[in-house]
């Protein structure tokens, strides 16, 4: 069977124990409590950890390989420049198109006072966190500029400094193109080496992705079943709707008219990636899934997809900018706060900007989001009303996440004259 297919019924099978389980004996309930602590959450946080401690050196391997399989410093400027103007521009779009939905259909004016106090109730000690870290995270902006340079490329991959260690990265790939030839090949081997490595090991994580995409999703259902989705129904169903759009209208085009590619049949041929993302919530955790993809259902050579991909998963937030518009916006207008123009286009601003610095992990983009929400005069604490549908959105969100990576690394592919599917019979 298809890896895609177990990993769909595993998903399916865990949404439909968690729903019921929580409909029957309640998310309180001795057995949920039991198996969310002693099963269900140990192996699906194990089956996070397979894929995340690969993900550091799978990066680090795969961009050095791009580069220096790219060889001509001017090439790799060229292919940089495309690629970050196609991730940077269509996460533009993305908060753009969320703003002005947002705006104009005002889901916020749907949520009664004693639902928000209900939620605020529910979720204020995991509010009060996520200011916390926000308050210690050191802003955004130019601050997020000179971080991307690492004093320590060790440091920030232990610490999780994705953009940290693309820089050293693609530094590192470029000196590499600038020494001797021997020297160079040398270098290339043990790089190569280590690629080859941690894809083993990435193929070994998957064989268990079915069980854990299992237990993950029974987690989130078992404790917050349906219950939270009716009074936020116009939210989640803005969000959701906006996401389906980005994906169904502004991909699609790009598909059609960049890649030369049926959008349909490009769908199929990536849906491994959606589902894992779907499943983990992590553009990092997908990134080696999106590798394996790209060079053996979309035919895009490693060493363009090893420099793109990678890249993608920090700098290509589509979804999480759409998430983040229609939630500053949302809250804004729950607390009765209303933005001007400019301050419409300094929250577009700053979506992009903490889209692409938000790390790619689960729930990664809350704490930037807090920040943004502060800024506006809308209570830390206000996000609370969101907190209990996030999980769910997380998913969505970063689903389209992965599909713009793939979109642009096809976009970009195509540019170079290195895009070539195999035929599917």
Same mark, same amino acid.
């Given at each position: 069977m298809p890896l895609h297919t177990r990993i769909l019924l595993g998903l399916v099978a865990g949404a439909l124990f968690g729903v019921g389980l929580n409909a029957t004996v309640g998310a309180d309930h001795a057995i949920v409590v039991g198996l969310n602590a002693w099963v269900c959450g140990p192996i699906g946080q194990i089956f996070l950890r397979l894929l995340f401690m690969v993900v550091m050196p799978l990066v680090f391997s795969s961009v050095v390989l791009g580069v220096a399989g790219i060889g001509d410093v001017r090439s790799l400027g060229r292919i940089g420049v495309k690629t970050a103007a196609f991730f940077i521009g269509t996460t533009a779009l993305a908060a753009a198109t969320a703003l002005v939905a947002t705006k104009a259909l005002r889901p916020g004016d749907f949520l009664a006072d004693d639902v928000k106090t209900r939620l605020m109730a529910t979720f204020a000690a995991g509010a009060a966190e996520k200011a916390t870290v926000s308050a210690n995270s050191g802003g955004v902006g130019m601050n997020t500029l000179v971080e991307m340079v690492p004093k320590n490329p060790i440091a920030a991959a232990v610490n999780g400094d994705m953009l940290g260690v693309l820089v050293f990265a693609i530094l590192f790939g470029v000196a590499t193109t600038m020494?001797? =030839?021997? *020297?160079?090949?040398?270098?290339?081997?043990?790089?190569?080496a280590l690629s080859d490595i941690c894809t083993t #090991?990435?193929? $070994?994580? #998957? *064989?268990?992705? /079915?069980?854990?995409?299992?237990?993950?999703?029974?987690?989130?259902?078992?404790?917050?079943?349906?219950?939270?989705? /009716?009074? #936020? %129904? +116009?939210?989640? @169903? %803005? =969000?959701? @709707?906006?996401?389906?759009?980005?994906?169904? =209208?502004?991909?699609?085009?790009? $598909?059609?008219?960049?890649?030369?590619h049926h959008p349909l049949d490009f769908a199929k041929r990536v849906r491994s990636s959606l589902l894992t993302a779907f499943s983990t919530s992590s553009s990092s955790a997908t990134l080696p899934t999106n590798l394996i993809v790209a060079e053996k259902e979309l035919g895009i050579p490693a060493a363009v997809a090893g420099f793109v991909l990678p890249l993608?998963?920090?700098?290509?937030?589509?979804?999480?900018?759409?998430?983040? @518009?229609?939630?500053?916006l949302f809250l804004c207008q729950v607390f009765g706060v209303e933005l001007t123009t400019l301050q419409m286009a300094s929250a577009l601003f700053l979506c992009v900007v903490t889209a692409i610095g938000a790390a790619g992990v689960p729930g990664g983009s809350i704490p930037l989001l807090v920040g943004? #929400?502060?800024?506006?005069? =809308? /209570?830390?604490?206000?996000? +609370?009303?969101?907190?209990?549908?996030?999980? %769910?959105l997380d998913m969505c969100r970063t689903t389209v996440n992965v599909y713009g990576d793939l979109v642009g690394t096809a976009v970009i592919a195509r540019s170079e004259g290195a895009y070539n599917p195999p035929i599917r019979v």
């Open positions: 020494i001797d =030839v021997d *020297k160079r090949a040398h270098i290339v081997r043990f790089i190569d #090991l990435v193929h $070994i994580a #998957l *064989k268990a992705a /079915p069980v854990g995409v299992f237990c993950l999703i029974f987690g989130v259902t078992s404790r917050f079943g349906l219950s939270l989705l /009716p009074p #936020l %129904l +116009a939210y989640v @169903g %803005l =969000v959701l @709707g906006t996401l389906a759009f980005h994906v169904v =209208v502004t991909m699609s085009v790009a $598909i059609w008219l960049l890649v030369k993608g998963s920090t700098m290509c937030m589509n979804g999480t900018a759409i998430f983040e @518009g229609i939630t500053v943004i #929400l502060v800024g506006f005069g =809308v /209570p830390a604490e206000g996000i +609370a009303i969101i907190l209990g549908v996030d999980r %769910l």
